[in-house]
């Protein structure tokens, strides 16, 4: 049994749906097994739950080389700093923060491991997890550019959606075990 097979049948009756969607955004898609692979994984450490992420890396690492795995742990960790930064300024909306520089240091962005693209896709998928409207619209542009097409973003979106409702639903499991130790 694969690390995912595991996980899926620990995410509770009340979200089903996403035991069967889990699999499926896993299975075959329009994207490729590198690509596939990398966007679950950095979506898994921007969702934050710990077991949900070690299954995944745990299944990634059968698939993919570490090279991918290290590239999507970057997108992750990336997009949890610019995602903040550019959400910011695009919902304060103030001139003044507009037109400042970042100054923060983004350079794997520009020389990942793998595929300039992929490592791209990894970055838009984090970006709808983090909700961040500036940083999807940029990385959505650079992928699609690059060769990806409206279905290959749609299917790494969905990855990134599924992927975060499971790390959810296994906080409602957490969340109810919990709630049974404090009633007993």
């Known amino acids: 049994m694969s690390s995912i097979e595991a996980i899926r049948e620990r995410i509770p009756e009340a979200a089903r749906d996403l035991r069967l969607n889990l699999g499926a955004v896993l299975g075959e898609s329009s994207l490729s097994e590198t690509q596939r692979w990398g966007t679950a994984v950095a979506c898994a450490y921007a969702a934050r739950n710990p077991e949900l992420t070690a299954a995944i ?5 059968a698939k993919v080389d570490e090279a991918v795995i290290d590239d999507a742990r970057a997108a992750a960790a990336l997009m949890g700093m ?7 300024r695009h919902m304060i909306g103030k001139e003044a923060y507009q037109t400042k520089p970042a100054r923060l240091r983004m350079q794997r962005i520009a020389r990942p491991n793998g595929s300039k693209v992929d490592f791209e896709l990894y970055c838009l998928a984090v970006s709808a997890i983090n909700g961040c409207e500036m940083c999807l619209q ?14 290959q973003v749609h299917d790494a979106v969905r990855i990134a959606a599924t992927i975060h409702g499971a790390a959810v639903a296994l906080e409602l499991d957490a969340g109810d075990r919990a709630a049974a130790e404090l009633a007993a």
Do not use: I, P, T
Request: cysteine-free.
């Open 82 to 88: 610019n995602n903040v930064y550019y959400r910011f």
């Open 138 to 151: 940029s990385h959505e542009k650079v992928v699609v550019e690059g060769g990806l097409s409206d279905e």
């Open 57 to 61: 890396v745990a299944d990634a690492k």
